[in-house]
């Protein structure tokens, strides 16, 4: 077996609209294509002694032991390594159950589709499974050693790209509640919602967090200055900066018993806490001043009592736990290091954060606290006698926390409410020492310890003991109190032609209620009035990058067929979702084969809009308009024709569309129709002439009042929309030469071509083409772009592109000479001439020479920009807007 190819999509996608983190495996099976599982000795028992967990995968059977049962009776091993490729993440602690396999158009070569979890597992665990099956087809079993790599491999992958317990309880909470959230690239911080209404956190901090109350926090001698200046209760203290100041700092403090800390320490390192003795003193100093970062120090009185975490958020108290110091608790019989062994295989304790308690690690620490109490890691401890192995109480090093969330006392609540403002920090960790939570502090001698910015939520969350708190909705409540939204509108608009023309048309729709509007497009990323970056830009990347700028009110995407196979939609869903077209395009790619498949890939768009949006559909299109049954949102049609029979029945069903009838691009809803402007006064319609222009633009219109825009503003939009080389390169951008004129498109397949000539063949003078297509293009294509244009021409010139796609230097010209032979015969028909000129200035160049007064040469280029910089050599007396006068006879 060999693996072709993996992508791991990150959206909606061809496979699933809801599933969206799938890893897509192009397999090729060799040997294995023709055989099933039931005809490979001992394949069926090597499997289930390596994997016998998989008698949990049910299958298309729907039971307990489904799939096994059909590998024992036979399938493909395609089939199985999806299976497998699932259950080694399920076994690494990554829940994941959906998958797909299916045959390519190519024998023996599959395409392999898994869910994961994290996507490095998840292409790990694709690899590991071809070689476990591989394995067990050759031998009969896979090494077990080589099992137990391949867990601990994907459990440190998962480890390495975890959000942290914290962040983790935050981005559950916000995908409860629908608010999309994305990684940003730098310092960890996580963005959830789009455009203007998204906000930041990185760990705890918000981007509500003040500088100021960050910096108090991580002065801790300073936080207590502010804090006793306010009448809080605080610990006695001071900062010393060399050793030879400890012992005046101990007795300044009232003596033992003392605490020793980091000025600026933070997750409890280098804290020690009731030291009764010089040695454990000096011990404690140097430790402190090891994890400071100013090597300062403070020392203070230590109190007896519990220790305890406040979490304030937003200045409302929403969680208290009790923090016990990680120990053991004698059962006379066991020593110390066999308790520390008992309690670490508790299935709650896992490594650093990854799970809700943390493995006790022995080390001099460890070893000195059992030392402190009178024993030896060899000891044996009486039947119920603690021994605590560390001084502080942090989960990181092995402590447990209890919940006494509802057991604080109202003065406290108070207290820690306010304590959190005056160090200035809307999620603050507050530690509290004292003998009894439910009683006011000042009554029982209690103090603040600390205030800590960025407190971690684990504890509160998963607590050893007691009721979890949803400490990260109380976080989402503040960074999204009430109805504030947290999406800005998507429109995304996909097709195999027109895509560009109507997503710049509804941008520029969207434009005129005086919004911010992101757009992407073939040409660049747009936003405002400026371009973010220049490209073909209509992936998932490309949409990234609009729903994370900060100042987008409103986004308009362009989402191309390649983006969605490569990577799925940039994006969850979407509030109106635009599908053109489909036709014969890109078919051959990315196992696309069939016209039907990639209507399945446009209607990926339109299956993602949001249940209160609009899917936005080609009436006249059986593929598009059939996507209608599929879609969860409201549908709304457009149609060239009036009499559209979907149309009239939706439309009489009080449905929305929007139709060509009498000359007027038209909204229709129920029994009444509004009239939006007439096709001559469109410019980019060049004067009612181009059937695909108004096409497009009924498509923008419907969109856009879909979206809630007002007619008034549409209409502005469609007068000054220009199909110019600034509005829309490539795209019907028409010069007007003196004598003749010059017309530069992008069609390169043959539904473009046909619509064109719905243009062209109304010239009123001799055309000229310039002619070619994408190398990677089926040869019928290439046929068929010959015939169209033999129709649609009276002198064609054809071209190919400078980057052939792997086919050799003049295959595909042969192949669209061959499509005009077609048409008009070898022997040459006096009124079509054509010629070959491979090299694409050289043919544009031709082309504008043999112009004829009144003349049209028609230019479809592989680069749009070196086609216009040609004419713009030539002086245009002015691009042409498109109205009736400069495409009249007389001026042509």
């Excluded at 809009?609 to 899917?615: D, I, K, L, Q, R």
Aim: glycine share 10%; net charge negative.
């Amino acid at each position: 077996m060999k693996i072709l190819r993996i992508q791991t999509l990150r959206g909606p996608n061809y496979w699933s609209i809801r599933r969206h983190k799938l890893i897509v495996m192009r397999l090729d099976l060799e040997d294995l294509t023709e055989r099933y599982s039931s005809d490979i000795p001992g394949f069926y028992e090597g499997l289930t002694a390596v994997l016998p967990s998989l008698v949990e995968h049910h299958c298309s059977p729907g039971v307990r032991g489904g799939f096994l049962t059909r590998v024992q009776r036979g399938t493909l091993m395609g089939h199985i390594i999806e299976h497998v490729a699932l259950e080694l993440q399920q076994l690494a602690g990554m829940p994941v159950g959906f998958g797909r396999t299916r045959e390519t158009s190519t024998p023996g070569t599959f395409q392999v589709v898994f869910e994961y979890e994290n996507e490095h597992a998840g292409r790990y665990a694709g690899r590991a499974a071809v070689r476990l099956c591989q394995s067990i087809v050759d031998a009969g079993t896979y090494p077990e050693a080589e099992l137990t790599q391949d867990i601990e491999d994907l459990k440190e992958l998962r480890a390495q790209a975890a959000l942290g317990p914290s962040t983790e309880a935050i981005v559950r909470e916000a995908e409860a509640r629908n608010i999309p959230w994305m990684q940003l690239s730098a310092r960890f911080m996580i963005q959830f919602g789009y455009g203007v209404n998204q906000k930041r956190i990185q760990a705890t901090l918000t981007g509500n967090t003040g500088i100021l109350g960050v910096e108090l926090a991580c002065d801790k001698e300073g936080t207590k200055q502010v804090l006793r200046d306010a009448g809080v209760p605080v610990p006695r203290g001071t900062v010393i900066r060399y050793f030879d100041e400890l012992q005046d700092a101990i007795e300044d403090v009232g003596g033992y018993p003392v605490a020793i800390k980091p000025l600026d320490g933070n997750h409890g390192r280098g804290i020690t806490l009731d030291i009764t003795t010089w040695e454990t003193a000096e011990q404690a100093y140097d430790a402190a001043s090891t994890a400071s970062k100013t090597r300062s120090v403070i020392v203070e009185r230590f109190y007896t009592g519990r220790d305890h975490r406040v979490l304030v958020v937003n200045g409302r108290v929403v969680a208290v736990s009790e923090r016990v110091p990680a120990h053991v608790v004698g059962d006379g019989k066991s020593t110390i290091e066999e308790l520390i062994e008992a309690t670490n295989r508790d299935p709650r304790r896992g490594d650093g954060h990854d799970n809700v308690l943390t493995r006790i690690v022995v080390d001099k620490t460890v070893l000195s606290m059992i030392q402190e109490a009178g024993h030896t890691i060899d000891s044996v401890l009486p039947e119920g006698e603690i021994c605590f192995l560390r001084a502080t109480a942090n989960l990181s090093t092995g402590g447990s926390a209890i919940d006494r969330t509802d057991e604080v006392h109202p003065e406290n609540i108070w207290l820690f409410a306010r304590v959190a403002k005056i160090i200035g920090l809307d999620v603050a960790g507050i530690d509290v020492v004292t003998p009894d939570i439910s009683k006011p502090l000042r009554d029982v001698d209690g103090v603040i310890v600390e205030v800590n910015a960025a407190p971690g939520f684990r504890m509160h969350v998963a607590p050893s003991e007691g009721l979890p708190r949803n400490v990260a909705g109380a976080v989402m409540d503040m960074l999204f109190p009430g109805p504030t939204p947290s999406r800005v509108p998507i429109l995304a608009v996909t097709g195999t032609n027109g895509k560009t023309t109507t997503t710049r048309l509804l941008a520029h729709i969207m434009k005129q209620t005086g919004q911010v509007v992101g757009y992407t497009t073939t040409d660049g990323t747009y936003i405002g009035d400026y371009m973010a970056e220049p490209g073909d830009n209509t992936g998932p990347q490309s949409a990234h990058l609009i729903l994370r700028d900060p100042t987008v009110e409103v986004a308009v995407l362009e989402s191309a067929r390649g983006g969605i196979l490569r990577s799925g939609l940039g994006f969850d869903t979407c509030d109106i979702g635009v599908v053109l077209n489909v036709a014969a395009d890109h078919l051959g790619l990315g196992d696309i084969d069939t016209i039907e498949q990639m209507a399945k890939v446009k209607s990926v768009v339109a299956e993602a809009v949001m249940p209160s949006g609009y899917a936005v559909l080609n009436a006249d299109d059986p593929l598009v308009a059939g996507m209608a049954e599929r879609v969860k949102a409201q549908v709304a049609y457009f149609s060239m024709n009036p009499d559209n029979e979907i149309v009239l029945r939706h439309a009489e069903a009080g449905g929305l569309a929007a139709v060509y009838e009498n000359g007027y691009l038209s909204i229709l809803k129920g029994d009444w129709t509004l009239r939006i402007e007439q096709a001559v006064n469109v410019p980019l319609t060049m004067g009612g002439r181009a059937p695909f222009m108004i096409a497009n633009a009924l498509a923008a219109c419907l969109a856009a009042f879909a979206q809630g825009v007002k007619i008034e503003h549409i209409r502005s939009a469609l007068a000054s929309f220009v199909a110019s080389a600034d509005q829309t390169p490539g795209r019907m951008n028409l010069f007007n030469m003196g004598e003749y004129h010059a017309l530069v498109d992008y069609a390169h397949n043959p539904a473009s071509y046909e619509a064109l000539a719905g243009f062209v063949n109304n010239w009123p003078g001799q055309r000229i083409g310039v002619v070619g297509g994408p190398g990677d293009r089926r040869d019928e294509d290439f046929v068929t772009l010959g015939r169209l244009s033999a129709k649609m021409f009276d002198e064609i010139i054809i071209k190919e592109d400078d980057d052939n796609r792997g086919r050799t230097r003049g295959d595909a010209a042969n192949l669209i000479t061959k499509g005009i032979e077609e048409v008009i015969g070898r022997v040459p028909d006096p009124r079509v001439k054509y010629e070959t000129i491979l090299d694409e200035q050289e043919a544009i160049q031709t082309g504008l020479d043999r112009a004829p007064a009144g003349g049209l040469v028609v230019i479809l280029p592989e680069s749009v920009k070196r086609a216009i910089r040609l004419i713009e050599e030539r002086n245009p007396i002015q691009e042409t807007d498109g109205d009736r006068n400069s495409l009249s006879p007389a001026n042509a």
